[in-house]
């Protein structure tokens, strides 16, 4: 049980480094969201779930499944706010090829 | 439906509180009820909303995520930085709400596209290069949402 929350956790936080690389790299606003949603959707889920794994069925563990469904509900919507946000306000992505 | 909304909030305040004397319990029974008093009733959507349906979308949905968030790595992590932005837009016959917030945000959470704008039967997407939407465009994503809200088909 502990080596899968150690496997959960490693991954999760290869993840985070990746995102944070992506943010660094990436050219604009739309790329770099794609960053984010890489740390958001697979690096702290993953921490979080290796978390779970680790407390066993407890309280805690409720809890921790409540904010693993909170950050599924709500950071898609900040994203989507932020990237809607850079759109209408005239932002393009750099290389645009529209279909 | 009403009575199964409370007892799920009073479940909410039960994990969240951790304490369990008379006291505490009674003021989460009394807070949940007033909110699904006050609140207006449920949702249409909701009504054809599948538990079944739900429950085989979110292993699913996983899956895609992990895959393709393994293929945005590669792509940040590529030396050459091999990135294609582009924007599509993504004709769907989902109309409803419900349906339409699933999808934008099923998008939104896979690494690789973004919900730019939504609207009634169109989407705007931004994909972070051509393999990261080959899904989206085969209109998967939009039948398993739909089946989630078991669209029939003359809502078209």
């Known amino acids: ?99 | 439906m009403r009575f199964f909304a409370a007892f799920a909030l009073f479940v909410l305040w039960l994990v969240l509180s951790a304490s369990y004397n008379v006291l505490h319990m009674a003021t989460g029974a009394v807070v949940a009820s007033m909110v699904v008093w006050l609140s207006p009733t449920a949702a249409p959507h909701l009504r054809q909303f599948s538990w079944w349906a739900a429950l085989m979308y979110v292993p699913w949905l996983i899956v895609r995520i992990l895959k393709s968030g393994f293929h945005v790595s590669r792509l940040i992590l590529d030396p050459a930085l091999p990135i294609a932005p582009e924007l599509i837009q993504h004709k769907t016959k989902l109309s409803s709400d419900g349906e339409l917030v699933v999808l934008g945000n099923s998008i939104t959470l896979t690494p690789g596209t973004i919900t730019v704008e939504v609207a009634p039967g169109e989407l705007i997407v931004h994909a972070l290069d051509a393999p990261s939407c080959v899904e989206l465009k085969s209109g998967l994503f939009d039948e398993r949402v739909g089946r989630l809200f078991s669209v029939k088909e003359d809502q078209k």
């Open chain 1, 1 to 99: 049980m502990t080596w899968l929350a150690i496997f959960l956790i490693v991954l999760g936080l290869f993840f985070l480094v990746v995102g944070s690389i992506g943010m660094l790299r990436l050219p604009d606003v739309f790329s770099r969201a794609h960053a984010l949603s890489l740390t958001d959707s697979l690096g702290a889920v993953l921490v979080l779930a290796g978390l779970a794994v680790y407390e066993g069925f407890s309280m805690n563990f409720l809890r921790i499944l409540v904010v693993l469904v909170l950050v599924y509900l709500l950071n898609p919507v900040i994203s989507h706010a932020t990237i809607r946000a850079a759109y209408r306000s005239g932002l393009r992505p750099t290389n645009k090829e529209s279909k």
